[in-house]
């Protein structure tokens, strides 16, 4: 499957800021089952757009804004291709001690270990006895379980969370958005010693058996299974990861990988928008018409595109994956 992807993040400052700093990651990955066919990012005002990958693997985009200015306008178009991963059979699954040697000599623990959002919570134990969560029976199978009983532990509510709400907030609430059902997911499975990591995204084909709105970036997880590896699990929509999940960034959770971050000198509020566009492309694009690139120092340096131009405070700006 082709995707289109558009996605337009505004912000705006009232009163004007004097520069802003600001990095993303919006641009698709290339690896696994997913293909990168075309990508461009504009930012207006202009500005000189550098690009590196972080511990991860993301392509990161960064820039500096300098001079006054009332509004930034970010606008990533990506064209991917999906392949369909093949679909995990549970007859495929290694146990649990298989599990355990693959940690033991591999480099998982980033994964293992809790993280910023995804920690245990008095509320997180709760819930892991309500479930009756152990390491029993096979790993895929119990995964699968896992994901079904949290979509059906939580009502998809917009709103009820913000981008940095503890997941005590939406186990208390049993509501919460897929920012918050995959946090839950991932500190549930670390705790039992399954490495599980965040994924940021794009649900594609959506129909009206799904949660998670059109128009909205996305979030599910990944845990690993031996003879398997990494599976995708959608704890919002009850999916196993497949042709519709189009991944951008994978980290240990959402502070990792907010599609933007940045911060800018002076007094202002400033106002997030956001839209997403996701299309099936029936063709891939003939041509892939990369960026203008020069190179500064040893630094790839994207030009971008165009428009107006920025001492004290700082702010980080983030957008909440529904």
């Not at 980033?110 to 029976?137: I, N, V, Y």
């Not at 709103?159 to 208390?172: F, G, Y």
Request: net charge negative; charged share 25%.
């Amino acid at each position: 499957m082709i995707y289109s992807v558009r996605h337009v993040t505004g912000f705006r400052y009232d009163p004007a800021v004097r520069e802003s700093v600001m990095e993303t990651r919006l641009q698709p990955r290339a690896d696994m089952n997913q293909r990168l066919l075309n990508f461009r990012l504009e930012v207006d005002p202009p500005a000189n757009i550098m690009q590196y990958q972080d511990f991860m693997g993301n392509i990161v985009h960064h820039f500096d804004i300098a001079g006054s200015h009332e509004e930034v306008t970010l606008t990533s178009i990506a064209v991917v291709e999906v392949l369909a991963p093949p679909q995990p059979r549970v007859e495929d699954s290694g146990t649990w001690e298989d599990l355990d040697e693959m940690i033991a000599s591999e480099d998982h623990w980033e994964m293992l270990m809790p993280s910023h959002f995804a920690k245990p919570t008095d509320r997180l134990s709760e819930l892991a006895a309500k479930l009756k969560l152990q390491r029993t029976g096979n790993i895929l199978q119990m995964l699968m379980d896992l994901n079904e009983a949290i979509y059906n532990e939580f009502a998809y509510t917009p709103n009820s969370t913000k981008v940095d709400s503890p997941i005590d907030e939406a186990l208390e609430s049993s509501r919460g958005v897929c920012q918050d059902f995959a946090h839950i997911m991932i500190a549930l499975l670390r705790s039992i010693r399954v490495p599980t990591r965040y994924v940021s995204g794009y649900l594609g084909n959506h129909d009206n058996k799904d949660r998670s709105p059109d128009g909205a970036s996305h979030a599910w997880v990944e845990a690993l299974i031996p003879n398997i590896g990494w599976v995708a699990f959608d704890p919002t929509n009850n999916l196993v990861g497949g042709v519709r999940h189009i991944r951008i960034a994978l980290g240990r959770d959402y502070s990792d990988v907010p599609p933007t971050r940045g911060v800018y000198k002076g007094e202002a509020r400033s106002e997030l928008s956001v839209s997403v566009t996701v299309s099936p492309s029936e063709k891939p694009p003939k041509q892939n018409h990369p960026a203008i690139i020069v190179t500064r120092g040893g630094s790839t340096v994207i030009r971008a595109n165009n428009r107006k131009a920025q001492d004290q405070q700082q702010q980080q700006q983030q957008q909440q994956q529904q």
